[in-house]
Nanobody
């Protein structure tokens, strides 16, 4: 069974940094596209960043230049480094796996940015 275990969420001051981790198991990690999504209160879930198996990266306009997604295939882990955080970044952040046949989600880890 595919499992995505997220960590790193918590409280951070505006302008600060936070790093999220998502450790995957039960899957062939290196061949899959990995992504980070977030859902703020009262809003729909939105894509934050995605990194393909080949290393291609895309960011949403709202985080580009501030966030960095990267993966460590040896550890089956994808990371999201968040810098210069803003209160509007407050949301539950979800790890996502996208394969040609299936999509999986982590449980979500909350990030709260205080002003």
């Amino acid at each position: 069974q595919v499992q995505l275990v997220e960590s790193g969420g918590g409280l951070v001051r505006a302008g600060g940094s936070r790093s999220l981790s998502c450790a995957a198991s039960g899957m062939s990690f290196s061949i899959n596209s990995m992504g980070w999504y977030r859902q703020a209160p009262g809003k729909q879930r939105e894509l934050v960043a995605r990194i393909t198996s080949g290393g291609s990266i895309m960011y949403s306009a709202s985080v580009k230049g501030r966030f960095t997604i990267y993966r460590d295939n040896a550890k089956s882990t994808v990371y999201l480094q968040m810098n210069r955080l803003k209160p509007e970044d407050t949301a539950v952040y979800y790890c996502n796996v996208l394969s040609p046949w299936n999509q999986y989600w982590g449980q979500g880890t909350p990030v709260t940015v205080s002003s």
